[in-house]
């Protein structure tokens, strides 16, 4: 498959799934056995009592009647004539030839900044393909920002550009030159290419080394408050890693104090940004209602983070025109995080089985087997994957249900293995866990809803590609457990969860637990390089799906930069989210 040998240079070989795990160490540092989190409950049902666990989640942080009410004046329509305006300005900028081909890639990559970049495809395709076809290497001669820039955007867009043109800025040791750490602006160009680097890439590697350490020396020496604030943005998430809409809102700030600003540009980014967020308003108001009607707002065992799944599916596919999939894509977010809880803190094993085997046979004629709460989970989930069902039956003309059963058995299937794991008190290896986290972190399924929800023509052969679990999805799979696991572990752990990536590594290992983070977070950068790769492949499917794969890791490191930004928001995740739903742009 296309992720063997995934990690087979990354300081310990053991995570394809198909490769065995390296010999090492057996030490198990959690020996003992893990303790219960506090606050239990107890339910009775059938004359038996349940000791039931509690994770003590913080309630919702959104007043779902403010939610609903969310209105703006930002309308496409009531803009529409100048907006066109604006989209004609900027689009002959773009159509404008020049002689300084540096200048007409800063525009571009100025446009997919400020998030514009959805309304001039044709128009970017055709100014990069002249870049790449027309213009020679001349212009670059020992320029490290020109020649980075010009790399990392090629790249973005698919063009094949080899790591030999970093070669110039090597001594005859083969080492990059230790005087471009006093090119600062040159050095910050270098380490957001090196960020496109694909596996094996040694030049690559270096570059990102090279200049992440003297753009760190740099912090500390005498250079513009303006470039200090470049550097550090840059230091916490390179541009490669950031999400589309995240990155719009802060950069049109940024780009309003340029001295090369085009008023043409910025006004148009500040138009879009707010009348998409009018769009976004609606569509939150109406899943507000929908969230509140299930009752599963109300079910205190669990984590009641409908907004929070929005931004998800927001960061996934952004367009205007894929409403349906963030509506649908975000109900199908919540029903997860929900049974997540179901499985992890709520259910007992027999009643885990029970919620197992009855989707996996798609009948709920025994679900009187469940207590309450359990079985207005699983028909909520039923009730809305058949609304789901119907309304691609009506709009796409296919059937999705048989497919839609299946990916929520396999996921289901992973949170069972789990939740066996923690009854057993057995401890995965890292190979074991990875091989079944890839699935229980819910990645498949969500990417599976934003094909076939954004998809204007359904077909088999997309079905059957994407149930093998290809690389392409199995990356950001992979990204999204790690970075999930590395902000979340300290708090699981402490509730008597199963051992996650961390401790798994641990234990085979014997590592610390500082060394075992560094080794995850490394973890993170080898799957980016195997996923810049497969991006270039041949798919049975186009856009928005392929975005939605690298955008799935994007989200994921966005929501756990700073610790757990699902079930505790405050850490970065509202304010991503007051941003944009909340705070219109001031023109």
């Given at each position: 498959?296309?992720?063997?040998?995934?990690?087979?240079?990354?300081?310990?070989?053991?995570?394809?799934?198909?490769c065995p795990p390296p010999a090492i160490n057996k030490f198990k540092l959690y020996s003992k056995p893990v303790?219960?989190?506090?606050?239990?409950?107890?339910?009775?049902?059938?004359?038996?009592?349940?000791?039931?666990?509690?994770?003590?989640?913080?309630p919702c942080f959104w007043d779902y009647n403010f939610i609903k009410s969310l209105t703006s004046d930002y309308?496409?329509?009531?803009?529409?004539?100048?907006?066109?305006?604006?989209?004609?300005?900027?689009?002959?900028?773009?159509?404008?030839?020049?002689?300084?081909?540096?200048?007409?890639?800063?525009?571009?990559?100025?446009?997919?900044?400020?998030?514009?970049?959805?309304?001039?495809?044709?128009?970017?395709?055709?100014?990069?393909?002249?870049?790449?076809?027309?213009?020679?290497?001349?212009?670059?001669?020992?320029?490290?920002?020109?020649?980075?820039?010009?790399?990392?955007?090629?790249?973005?867009?698919?063009?094949?550009?080899?790591?030999?043109?970093?070669?110039?800025?090597?001594?005859?040791?083969?080492?990059?030159?230790?005087?471009?750490?006093?090119?600062?602006?040159?050095?910050?160009?270098?380490?957001?290419?090196?960020?496109?680097?694909?596996?094996?890439?040694?030049?690559?590697?270096?570059?990102?080394?090279?200049?992440?350490?003297?753009?760190?020396?740099?912090?500390?020496?005498?250079?513009?408050?303006?470039?200090?604030?470049?550097?550090?943005?840059?230091?916490?998430?390179?541009?490669?890693?950031?999400?589309?809409?995240?990155?719009?809102?802060?950069?049109?700030?940024?780009?309003?104090?340029?001295?090369?600003?085009?008023?043409?540009?910025?006004?148009?980014?500040?138009?879009?940004?707010?009348?998409?967020?009018?769009?976004?308003?609606?569509?939150?108001?109406?899943?507000?209602?929908?969230?509140?009607?299930?009752?599963?707002?109300?079910?205190?065992?669990?984590?009641?983070?409908?907004?929070?799944?929005?931004?998800?599916?927001?960061?996934?596919?952004?367009?205007?025109?894929?409403?349906?999939?963030?509506?649908?894509?975000?109900?199908?977010?919540?029903?997860?995080?929900?049974?997540?809880?179901?499985?992890?803190?709520?259910?007992?094993?027999?009643?885990?089985?029970?919620?197992?085997?009855?989707?996996?046979?798609?009948?709920?004629?025994?679900?009187?087997?469940?207590?309450?709460?359990?079985?207005?989970?699983?028909?909520?989930?039923?009730?809305?994957?058949?609304?789901?069902?119907?309304?691609?039956?009506?709009?796409?003309?296919?059937?999705?249900?048989?497919?839609?059963?299946?990916?929520?058995?396999?996921?289901?299937?992973?949170?069972?293995?789990?939740?066996?794991?923690y009854h057993s008190r057995y401890q995965p290896t890292l190979e074991e866990y990875l091989e079944n986290g890839?699935?229980?972190?819910?990645?498949?399924?969500?990417?599976?809803?934003?094909?076939?929800?954004?998809?204007?023509?359904?077909?088999?052969?997309?079905?059957?590609?994407?149930?093998?679990?290809?690389?392409?999805?199995?990356?950001?799979?992979?990204?999204?457990?790690?970075?999930?696991?590395?902000?979340?572990?300290?708090?699981?752990?402490?509730?008597?969860?199963?051992?996650?990536?961390?401790?798994?590594?641990?234990?085979?290992?014997?590592?610390?637990?500082?060394?075992?983070?560094?080794?995850?977070?490394?973890?993170?950068?080898?799957?980016?390089?195997?996923?810049?790769?497969?991006?270039?492949?041949?798919?049975?499917?186009?856009?928005?799906?392929?975005?939605?794969?690298?955008?799935?890791?994007?989200?994921?490191?966005?929501?756990?930069?700073?610790?757990?930004?699902?079930?505790?928001?405050?850490?970065?995740?509202?304010?991503?989210?007051?941003?944009?739903?909340?705070?219109?742009?001031?023109?």
């Amino acid at each position: 498959m296309a992720f063997q040998g995934l990690f087979s240079t990354f300081v310990v070989t053991a995570l394809p799934r198909s490769c065995p795990p390296p010999a090492i160490n057996k030490f198990k540092l959690y020996s003992k056995p893990v303790q219960c989190v506090t606050n239990p409950t107890t339910t009775i049902n059938n004359d038996q009592v349940t000791l039931r666990r509690s994770a003590n989640y913080a309630p919702c942080f959104w007043d779902y009647n403010f939610i609903k009410s969310l209105t703006s004046d930002y309308t496409e329509e009531k803009y529409a004539r100048q907006i066109d305006e604006l989209e004609d300005d900027v689009k002959r900028l773009i159509q404008a030839e020049t002689d300084v081909p540096l200048v007409k890639l800063e525009l571009l990559d100025t446009v997919d900044r400020l998030g514009l970049k959805y309304k001039f495809q044709e128009d970017v395709k055709k100014a990069l393909d002249f870049i790449y076809n027309n213009s020679s290497d001349a212009w670059l001669n020992d320029d490290l920002y020109s020649t980075a820039l010009r790399f990392r955007i090629l790249r973005k867009h698919g063009y094949t550009v080899p790591q030999d043109v970093f070669r110039r800025f090597k001594d005859d040791k083969g080492k990059f030159k230790e005087n471009l750490g006093e090119d600062v602006k040159g050095l910050l160009s270098l380490y957001e290419a090196s960020f496109f680097g694909f596996k094996g890439e040694d030049t690559i590697d270096e570059a990102k080394a090279f200049s992440t350490t003297h753009l760190k020396n740099a912090l500390k020496g005498k250079i513009s408050p303006d470039m200090v604030r470049k550097l550090k943005n840059a230091l916490d998430m390179p541009l490669h890693w950031k999400l589309p809409r995240v990155e719009a809102r802060s950069y049109i700030d940024t780009y309003e104090n340029e001295q090369n600003m085009n008023p043409s540009l910025l006004n148009l980014a500040k138009l879009d940004y707010n009348i998409l967020q009018s769009i976004y308003q609606k569509e939150v108001s109406k899943l507000a209602s929908w969230w509140v009607k299930t009752g599963l707002d109300k079910m205190s065992f669990a984590r009641d983070r409908l907004l929070e799944h929005y931004f998800w599916c927001n960061g996934m596919v952004s367009g205007p025109e894929y409403s349906a999939y963030r509506d649908m894509g975000t109900k199908i977010l919540s029903l997860m995080t929900t049974i997540d809880d179901v499985y992890d803190v709520y259910g007992s094993l027999e009643e885990l089985e029970l919620f197992t085997d009855y989707v996996e046979r798609w009948d709920i004629t025994e679900i009187d087997k469940l207590p309450m709460n359990i079985r207005t989970v699983l028909l909520a989930m039923f009730n809305t994957t058949n609304e789901i069902g119907y309304w691609t039956m009506r709009e796409r003309d296919f059937n999705i249900i048989p497919y839609l059963r299946k990916e929520w058995a396999k996921l289901l299937k992973a949170f069972l293995k789990e939740a066996k794991w923690y009854h057993s008190r057995y401890q995965p290896t890292l190979e074991e866990y990875l091989e079944n986290g890839a699935v229980s972190v819910a990645a498949p399924l969500v990417l599976f809803c934003a094909y076939f929800l954004t998809a204007d023509k359904i077909t088999v052969d997309a079905l059957e590609y994407i149930d093998k679990f290809p690389s392409i999805m199995w990356c950001p799979s992979l990204i999204l457990r790690l970075t999930n696991d590395l902000g979340t572990y300290s708090d699981e752990l402490a509730r008597g969860d199963t051992l996650k990536v961390v401790q798994c590594y641990m234990n085979d290992t014997g590592a610390s637990e500082e060394v075992s983070k560094i080794y995850v977070e490394g973890l993170v950068h080898e799957t980016w390089k195997t996923l810049n790769t497969e991006l270039l492949g041949s798919f049975p499917f186009g856009e928005p799906f392929l975005s939605a794969n690298p955008n799935l890791a994007r989200t994921t490191q966005t929501v756990y930069q700073h610790g757990d930004g699902l079930g505790l928001p405050e850490n970065g995740t509202m304010d991503y989210l007051k941003s944009l739903l909340l705070e219109p742009i001031n023109l």
